[in-house]
């Protein structure tokens, strides 16, 4: 399944550059993710399921950075007991200049929900909207701190990339 989000931040391109370079070389967009991860599947396991994973593993490639865009490659999976019950996530984190003083930040990513047919109608039915809440809240996180920003949401125009948000629960090609 796709997934994904954007935000306009109101900083030039070389200073987003910047700074989300420093959130990736500080470890505090690690923590950013497993915090945005923790939140969204904790309230899965306050409703019952007893003994999941909340543990996640983050794995950040470095700013790969040309005059129209920069982007990092990151992988989210949960590890521990029920980690396989966990989709992983696998996503781009990109700036595009959108203005002289203005920044595209946006998220795409994709990941296959565990389980096989079950996870397919359990993603289908809930665990996408959780997906995109997890998405939401990290590009939100990744925004205030590299400097502020007005969310596209899950409504919002698709960016002139070619990522966007993500298609509503139960479309996509799986």
Request: a neutral charge.
């Amino acid at each position: 399944m796709f997934v994904g989000d954007e935000v306009l931040l109101e900083i030039s391109f070389a200073v987003a550059c910047e700074r989300l370079t420093q959130l990736t070389e500080s470890g505090a967009l690690i923590t950013t993710s497993e915090d945005s991860y923790s939140r969204e599947t904790g309230t899965l396991t306050r409703v019952g399921a007893i003994g999941l994973s909340k543990l996640v593993r983050v794995q950040v490639r470095e700013l790969a950075r040309t005059e129209k865009s920069a982007g990092i490659a990151l992988r989210w999976e949960a590890v521990g007991p029920g980690g396989g019950l966990f989709p992983v996530l696998d996503a781009d984190v990109r700036l595009t200049p959108a203005g002289k003083h203005v920044t595209l930040l946006s998220m795409a990513g994709s990941y296959r929900p565990p389980l096989g047919t079950l996870g397919h109608a359990l993603d289908q039915a809930i665990l996408h909207r959780v997906a995109a809440a997890t998405i939401h809240g990290f590009v939100a996180q990744v925004a205030a701190r590299i400097g502020g920003g007005q969310s596209g949401g899950a409504a919002g125009t698709p960016a002139p990339n070619g990522a966007g948000s993500s298609p509503p629960a139960g479309e996509g090609p799986y």
